[in-house]
């Protein structure tokens, strides 16, 4: 494996998969929930920034991302889901490879994101691998995946990873680089639980989780799983406490 040192950030663009308004977060814009005190997209820009020359938004409302000054990218078939999300955005995409991210993951680190760039030779997608499977919304894909992402859009196989046969797959054990890809990683939130639980391993008030996949028709969602994260009370050592209520806070 390559050390981080070694990767070439002006060869790689960063993709946020920021999707569409949650349904079990009564349609909050899961990219802008707090986590940390600051929206997580903020989050994920400081380390894609880190590791990539270009970072690119796939979604198809740009009002929420339009302060943060950069591409968004709407998708070309809509309707189509993350699959969709990612060949809009690949196909924008002014390097061969790019590091994808679902916009709801707020613990990504960029020493993960160049060990999979440091992989990249000879692969089409690097993607780590939990012992609950595939991470694809947190890997890198070459732009030659393209061809192979259309076939699937047309035939409507809309599962993130479904086109994976068609294409050169370097699986990562996270066992390979335990240094790099904690359970945290591949935390992200689904529901109200999902967000107090991240507002708590942000807080160091609980350590890293569990991870499960939770694989859709549309796109495989990586969920993490605590302990019962009750309600919190202010601490007066903090200042205060970012999850005192069930919903979550969003930043507008």
């Known amino acids: 494996m390559k050390r981080p040192t070694d990767v070439e950030p002006d ?82 995409a002014a390097h061969s490879y790019a590091v994808v991210i679902a916009g709801d993951m707020p613990f990504v680190d960029r020493r993960a994101l160049q060990a999979l760039a440091g992989l990249h030779p000879g692969y089409d997608v690097v993607v780590p691998r939990t012992p609950e ?20 859009l047309e035939r409507g196989r809309l599962k993130i990873d479904a086109f994976f046969p068609q294409v050169r797959v370097r699986e990562v054990t996270v066992t390979e680089n335990p240094e790099c890809f904690s359970p945290r990683q591949f935390f992200n939130i689904n529901t109200a639980a999902d967000v107090r639980a991240a507002r708590d391993i942000a807080a160091g008030r609980i350590g890293d989780t569990v991870v ?38 969003i930043v507008v």
């Open 212 to 249: 499960t996949t939770d694989s859709g028709a549309d796109s495989t969602h990586n969920s993490a799983r605590t302990g019962q994260a009750g309600p919190h009370r202010t601490d007066p050592k903090r200042g205060g406490s970012e999850a005192a209520t069930v919903m979550p806070d």
């Open 11 to 92: 060869r790689l663009t960063g993709i946020i998969l920021a999707g569409g308004r949650a349904r079990r977060l009564d349609g909050s814009i899961k990219p802008l929930l707090t986590v940390g005190f600051r929206p997580i997209i903020e989050h994920l820009l400081e380390e894609l920034g880190a590791v990539c020359a270009e970072i690119l938004i796939s979604a198809n409302d740009s009002v929420p991302f339009a302060r943060y000054g950069l591409p968004i990218i709407a998708d070309r078939r809509p309707g189509t889901g993350a699959l969709g999300g990612l060949y809009s955005a690949l196909f924008q």
């Open 133 to 152: 499977g595939r991470q694809p919304l947190h890997a890198l894909y070459a732009r030659a995946c393209l061809p192979a992402i259309h076939t699937q």
